[in-house]
């Protein structure tokens, strides 16, 4: 049947209000139509997003892994494809002492950044669900952070830690803490420290903004129902509001760890990987292997440790998005 | 003390809370803008003034004639590249509606069978991190010769947008009933014509919440414009402020008011389109 001279034609309606359905062989041919007419304008409507998905994601997804078994040299980049180099790009990458403590970096960054988001989120989203004078205002300014460009939160925690002239070194001896200048950004204990909090500070709109929102959603009914029982704010907290509003802290710190296995332009603007390597993540020290010494085949190989990093949360994110995954309101037939 | 006394002590309490909780999230960013009106021999001077001190408009003159008060390296003007990274931004924002919202309507109002394929890959695009990304796509560019190039650069930075986008957008489309698209049709709307005079007007909010986001990512990506730009095209804002750090000799005065030009759209959003940032950041905008 031709599309293209049905498309003018008005469509038969639908029998029913939601009940669509494909008809199977034996329906009417005007219905056949109608349906390969919606089944050819919905593919239409999703042509460029799979062409887009397939050039900006699958493609470079599958090209990394070819780098990463390929011998690459900065004459090859012009090539697209260098020598079989087996796997001595992820021999060099897990015998390599800085990729190695870069892997051990973003596991603490993340785990440490995580624990710090999600307990000064939920404070905050615990006290913006009181009533007070301002809470409007101030959620509406928390988010403040969350917008900027991440690489001017980079300079500006940057500006905030030097130890001369910054103003965590003012307070910390205006208050007596310490009497000399804290070398935050030049010692390797403490630099790790740095990125840790200017990420904290990133995330904790987020993480406060959909807690919040996921503590409206908690009715009414079944807070007034746990204070009659005599549950006091810790049992309430614990044992009702937890409970209730789970699925939405799952998914907050699930997108809380794979926006920080990510994070890059902050630690570049914040301390560039430094002193000696002692804030280099996964993303900066393959950053630097691919773009500073031209390694590409090293840098694809530590990039793809990181992907099946960050994928393990892919299942889960799958899992918890199944009820949006399955959902269908099939206007179309 | 009556119960009435308490329960007001309590929310001013809670007042006091909040306003500290503000002042520490804040104060960054009111270091940075103080800190862009301070001379130079005050950001050096080893002390941090809590309001300006001396204040004066140097460092914006610096960043916008050009030249540096501390490196000979930059000398560049900025304003060239507050205009690339504005271009940027509005080519990520019309790519991602282009790609999404024809997408979003199929997968939510269409019956087909890659939907849940789909949906899926694109939970995961979210997952997938940037410098992945930008490690392959440098050398496609390369390939194909789209290095500094803004496609080239639009098309890297759709990937914070588009997977999100899509994603938003068709939660969106669910709430549009269906009896909208069967009446279209009955009235004998094409398909393309009942999405583009039906759907689209109706969704505005949405595509503005998917815009702002869009814009936003654009407008403040540092690492694909790092890796595709090669320093000697355009060059955005982003990038601007990275020029000004260096390893003994950061020209702060420059860093900072780069840094509080880049957070003006921030701030006008901020304003102007609170609602959706709210929205899309409850839907959960990932960044990076």
């Not at chain 1, 040299?73 to 180099?85: D, E, H, K, L, W």
Request: net charge positive.
């Amino acid at each position: 049947m031709n599309v293209k001279t049905r498309a003018g034609e008005p469509a038969p309606a639908t029998t029913g209000t939601g009940a669509a359905f494909r008809p199977v062989g034996g329906g009417s041919p005007r219905r056949l139509s109608a349906w390969r007419r919606q089944q050819l304008a919905g593919w239409l409507f999703l042509t460029p997003a799979i062409a887009y998905l397939l050039f900006a994601f699958a493609l470079p997804i599958v090209y990394n892994v070819m780098l990463s078994f390929e011998r690459t040299s900065p004459a090859t980049i012009a090539n697209f494809t260098a020598p079989f180099a087996g796997l001595d790009n992820y021999r060099f990458v897990l015998n390599d002492s800085t990729s190695r403590t870069a892997i051990v970096h973003t596991l603490e960054f993340t785990v440490g950044s995580l624990v710090g988001q999600f307990i000064i989120g939920f404070s905050l989203a615990l006290l913006f669900s009181l009533r007070f004078p301002g809470r409007t205002f101030a959620r509406s300014l928390i988010i403040v952070p969350w917008l900027l460009p991440l690489i001017v939160t980079g300079v500006m925690f940057r500006f905030l830690f030097q130890a001369e002239g910054g103003a965590v070194n003012q307070v910390l001896k205006s208050l007596g803490l310490v009497d000399q200048s804290v070398q935050w950004l030049n010692d390797p204990h403490l630099a790790m420290w740095t990125i840790l909090v200017a990420n904290i500070w990133l995330g904790v709109p987020f993480f406060t903004l959909l807690l919040y929102s996921a503590l409206q959603d908690v009715p009414v009914e079944v807070k007034e129902a746990a204070v009659i029982d005599g549950a006091g704010p810790w049992q309430r907290l614990r044992y009702v509001i937890v409970p209730i509003i789970l699925p939405v802290i799952e998914v907050t710190l699930l997108l809380g760890f794979v926006f920080t296995v990510k994070v890059f332009d902050l630690v570049i603007g914040l301390t560039g990987g430094g002193p000696a390597n002692s804030t280099q993540l996964i993303t900066t020290w393959s950053y630097n292997l691919s773009f500073q010494v031209f390694s590409f085949g090293e840098g694809a190989a530590l990039n793809n440790l990181l992907l099946v990093m960050a994928l393990v949360a892919a299942p889960l994110y799958l899992m918890l998005s199944r009820d949006s995954l399955r959902r269908s309101s099939g206007a179309g037939t | 003390v009556t119960h009435l006394q308490r329960s007001r002590a309590l929310r001013w309490l809670c007042s006091l809370a909040a306003a500290a909780a503000l002042v520490i999230m804040l104060f960054p960013v009111y270091a940075i803008i103080v800190g862009s009106f301070e001379s130079t021999e005050t950001l050096f001077s080893g002390t941090f003034y809590w309001l300006p001190h001396a204040a004066t408009l140097d460092n914006f003159r610096t960043v916008l004639q050009g030249g540096s008060a501390t490196q000979t390296t930059v000398g560049g003007s900025q304003v060239g590249n507050v205009v690339t990274s504005l271009v940027v931004g509005l080519g990520t924002v019309l790519l991602s509606l282009v790609v999404a919202v024809p997408a979003a309507y199929a997968l939510s109002k269409y019956r087909l069978r890659v939907t849940v394929v789909l949906v899926s890959s694109m939970l995961v695009a979210q997952i997938v991190p940037s410098i992945v990304l930008a490690t392959s796509l440098f050398i496609v560019f390369h390939w194909i010769h789209l290095l500094n190039s803004y496609p080239a650069l639009i098309l890297a930075d759709g990937t914070y947008a588009i997977p999100f986008a899509i994603l938003v957008l068709r939660a969106f489309f669910f709430s549009l009933p269906n009896e909208l698209m069967y009446a279209a049709r009955v009235d004998g709307a094409s398909e393309w014509q009942t999405f583009r005079l039906i759907v689209i007007p109706l969704a505005r909010s949405a595509v503005i919440t998917v815009s702002v986001f869009a814009f936003l990512a654009g407008w403040g990506d540092f690492i694909f414009a790092l890796t595709i730009l090669n320093g000697t095209g355009i060059q955005p804002i982003t990038l601007g402020i990275y020029s000004y750090l260096g390893n003994y000799s950061t020209d702060w005065g420059a860093v900072m008011a780069a840094g509080v030009i880049a957070m003006v759209p921030a701030a006008v959003l901020l304003v102007m389109a609170q609602r959706y940032i709210a929205t899309g950041l409850t839907a959960g905008a990932v960044r990076g």
